[in-house]
């Protein structure tokens, strides 16, 4: 690569998380290309500053106000500005000095940093998918209205538009989303109801952050992922179908008018689908394990189990409903997983939990930005008197 080419300027919200930490592996790995302008961190200071004094970026964000000081002091010796603060993260996301956020907090916290990018006609890797699910009439609006192109990290997400390359002109028929089927992969309630938070945070395929990987293990996670698709792709329901793949080496699939299926596959590793929202559209070489299908003599394919994985059919039902009903599942199950990851309530009460919070909170067709978040807080109310927190 000749040094003449610019380098991406890349604002990483969310960057001491799971996605966060493997995207400054991809930016160290590819430094020729990238370099790192933003970071931000909710509660861990200490590995914000190491970040920091390594990567050398203009602004860093520490969400907890405690810690400010701290992070002030560790970098005061270098050119580096520091916020905290309720606005802190819209602040910086309105900067012009970076060229693409990459959305990496962790839930409905992200919705307004990342709309404040939308809003600047930035270039967003999109990893923080309950962004879609509160709000996507309005992320999705915005975008189109500031040219903003929403790349996305969504492994499965990744894939289906990896799939759609080259095919503008042509409908998409129906695309299939395939899911590990988490730790608990054909459980019965009666098993469930005793699962505690360590044996629910180990995927068999995947290391992620606690919120994600709850959501895996109640399917939770590919609901709002059919959701966050409708919008990425412009699709209705119907078109979404969920397959369960245990071994992980299908991202996910489009169904064309002819009948004709592309897939787009490889070993599970977020940083494939991170370093290519990054480069994009440009596929950037690397030394990423490659996949070998000798290892994976087979792949198979099952029908998700929906009575038992109730949050997956509580997830379509809010995506049929549409309005503010995403949003609620949405607030609801946070909240649930939060409790639940405080052994605070057991793990087939998240979905009882969701559930009821989604009969509870009053119907919105068409919210605005304002009834979204309000929606949100009645939900986290409501979810939160119920599990007596
Ligand atoms: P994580 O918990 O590991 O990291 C979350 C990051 O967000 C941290 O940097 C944390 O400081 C920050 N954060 C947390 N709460 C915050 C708040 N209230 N305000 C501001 N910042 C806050 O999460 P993760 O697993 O990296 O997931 C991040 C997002 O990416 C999620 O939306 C998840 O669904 C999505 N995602 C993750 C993976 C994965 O493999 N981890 C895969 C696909 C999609
Ligand atoms: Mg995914």
Redesign the pocket.
């Known amino acids: 690569m000749s040094a003449s080419v610019q380098k991406k300027r890349i604002a990483i919200?969310?960057?001491?998380?799971?996605?966060?930490t493997?995207a400054l592996d991809v930016v160290r790995a590819q430094s020729d290309l990238f370099e790192v302008e933003i970071l931000?961190?909710?509660?861990?200071d200490e590995l914000l500053i190491k970040q920091a004094l390594e990567f050398l970026p203009n602004a860093v964000v520490i969400?907890d106000e405690a810690k400010y000081t701290k992070v002030k002091e560790a970098l005061a010796s270098h050119d580096i500005k520091v916020f905290t603060g309720v606005s802190a993260?819209e602040e910086v996301a309105d900067f012009d000095t970076y060229d693409i956020m990459l959305?990496?907090?962790?839930?409905f916290?992200?919705l307004k940093p990342t709309l404040k990018a939308v809003s600047k006609g930035k270039l967003i890797a999109l990893?923080?998918?309950?962004t879609l699910v509160v709000a996507g009439d309005i992320v999705m609006q915005t975008a189109l209205e500031n040219k903003s192109p929403i790349i996305p990290?969504?492994?499965e997400h990744s894939a289906i538009f990896q799939c759609l390359v080259g095919e503008a002109r042509n409908p998409i028929e129906k695309i299939i989303l395939t899911a590990s089927g988490g730790p608990f992969l054909g459980k019965k309630p009666n098993f469930l109801v005793n699962v505690k938070r360590d044996h629910a945070l180990q995927h068999p395929n995947?290391?992620?952050?606690?919120?994600?990987?709850i959501?895996s293990a109640t399917l939770m996670?590919k609901g709002?992922e059919v959701i966050e698709a409708k919008w990425l792709f412009n699709l209705r329901p119907d078109q979404i179908e969920v397959v369960i793949h245990p071994q992980s080496i299908i991202h996910s699939m489009v169904q064309f008018q002819d009948g004709s299926m592309k897939a787009q596959m490889g070993l599970p590793d977020?940083k494939l689908p991170i370093q290519y929202a990054l480069g994009f559209p440009n596929r950037i070489a690397n030394d990423f394990p490659r996949l070998q299908f000798k290892k994976y003599p087979s792949l198979s394919f099952e029908e998700p189990d929906y009575k038992t994985f109730r949050n997956l059919g509580l997830a379509l039902e809010a995506l049929k409903t549409g309005g503010n009903m995403p949003c609620v599942l949405n607030a609801a199950n946070e909240i649930a997983v939060w409790a639940f990851l405080k052994n605070r309530i057991g793990f087939l009460d998240i979905t009882a939990v969701v559930e009821k919070t989604m009969e509870k909170i009053d119907f919105i067709k068409k919210p605005t930005l304002e009834e979204y978040f309000e929606s949100d807080g009645e939900a986290r109310n409501f979810a939160a008197s119920i599990m007596k927190l």
């Open positions: 919200f969310g960057s001491t998380g799971s996605i966060g493997q931000t961190a909710q509660t861990n969400g993260l959305a990496a907090i962790v839930g916290a992200g990893a923080n998918k309950e990290v969504d492994s995947w290391s992620m952050g606690a919120k994600i990987s959501d996670n709002l977020m």
